[in-house]
Each structure stands twice: as C-alpha cells, then as structure tokens.
C-alpha cells in the first residue's frame, strides 16, 4: 500500500543552527499531515500538524511546510538545542468519512544535536 | 491533563506464549488506537476502536491478535501465540472522537520481546 517516507535516516546539525527534515508521501488523497518527536524509550510526542488546504504553518521554533504539487513535507526547528535530538517522523492521514483515520508513517529521521 | 497510560513497560516472552497489553486513553478521549513498532521503522496501525466499536482492523493478524475495549475506555490488545516476528513496541494512542480532525496522542508504550 502507499505509505509516507523520509529522504534521510540521520541528520546531524550543530547546536544553534536550523535543522530541515524532509518527507515525501505518496498518497496525493491525503488531507492532513503531523511531525511527531519520538525519544528513545517514549511514545511519538505530537509537534505540529497541518491540513492540505494549507502550505505553512507555523509554531514555537517550528514551522510546517506542505508542497502539494509535489507531495513534499517539511519540518524546520530554529535554533536547534540538546533537546531536540531524537526521531522526528511525519505521518499522514486520509479520512474518507468511514470513521477509520489511523495514521501511515514513514521510517523516520534521527535528528542529532553536535555541541 | 494526564497522558495515555500503558502498562506492562517491557515485557519478555517465549514463543508461542501468550501475553496481553493494557491501554488506559485520556480521559474523554472518544477514540483509541493500537500501534505497532518494529525497531528502526514507523508505528503501524492495527486497530481503532470508537468507543466500544471497532473502527477499522484491516491490518490486525486475527489469527494471533485480538483486542477489545468493552466500556469504551480501557482497552487491551492480546497476542497468542506469539512469534519471533512479534517483537516490537507496542503503542496505544487516543484522540477525541472526531474522525479526520483530531490530534492522536500516544502512550509510552510496552517494549514486547519474543525469545
């Protein structure tokens, strides 16, 4: 089945500068996209999210960006701190009104913070 | 607002035993989800309950899986027997209830081995 992907498993930035993660998806239906954190040993932590009648979206030090023409996601953190290292996986959703919304993910990109 | 309780954490098993996961959502959270993680790779979606009913198992192996969500709040996800292949985090997750719309947010997880 279709399922959304990542173009990089590791990424590594300096502390400081800003951190881009990409994601292609490859269902051209789907209507909703979320980044969600994942720490090792927790559960996937809710960062941000944006629906497809958007291309931007934006939060504290993160911003959502959708390019619909060529199925692209795009996840940015400013400033990127020890904090943020961890796997940063998109997901997306396609609700056709059955009630069924489970989320597909992608493999995920190890975001790692260099001192 | 407290999060999505899982219990057992870890659990470690020989094959063609049986075991049982147990989810607790957020509470007034309408829906619940249960997630299957293999190392390296994105949750999957085995199942959705609204409520009490079943939303969508599609990619539940029912010849080994079950779950259930009697009351519509805790829900628990059985395997038996278990296989090698099994090995994986189990996450649960739980929205609101409104299909297409709402944030899913996740539990810690229950880290299953199968020796």
């Known amino acids: 089945g279709e399922s959304v992907g990542l173009h990089l498993p590791t990424l590594s930035v300096q502390e400081g500068d800003n951190s881009i993660i990409n994601c292609a998806y490859s269902?051209?239906?789907?209507?909703?996209f979320i980044w969600y954190k994942q720490e090792s040993g927790k559960g996937p932590q809710f960062i941000i999210d944006i629906r497809s009648n958007m291309d931007k979206r934006q939060g504290q030090r993160v911003t959502v960006l959708l390019n619909k023409t060529v199925k692209h996601l795009s996840l940015q953190i400013a400033a990127t701190q020890p904090g943020d290292s961890a796997v940063y996986f998109c997901a997306e959703n396609y609700f056709s009104g059955g009630g069924a919304d489970g989320l597909t993910f992608g493999k995920g990109t190890h975001l790692i913070i260099q001192p | 607002e407290a999060g999505v309780a899982q219990s057992p954490r870890y659990k470690i098993i020989e094959k063609r035993q049986s075991v049982a996961f147990w989810c607790n959502p957020i509470s007034g959270h309408a829906t619940l989800y249960w997630y299957q993680q293999i190392l390296g790779q994105g949750p999957k979606l085995l199942i959705q309950f609204q409520n009490n009913g079943v939303v969508d198992d599609s990619q539940l192996p029912k010849d080994r899986f079950s779950a259930e969500r009697l009351k519509g709040v805790d829900s628990t996800l059985k395997i038996q027997p278990a296989k090698l292949e099994d090995s994986a985090v189990y996450l649960c997750?739980?929205?609101?209830?409104?299909?297409?719309?709402?944030?899913?947010?996740f539990g810690p997880g229950t880290r299953l081995t199968v020796l």
């Open positions: 997750a739980s929205s609101l209830g409104t299909p297409g719309t709402d944030t899913q947010y």
């Open positions: 269902n051209s239906a789907s209507d909703y």
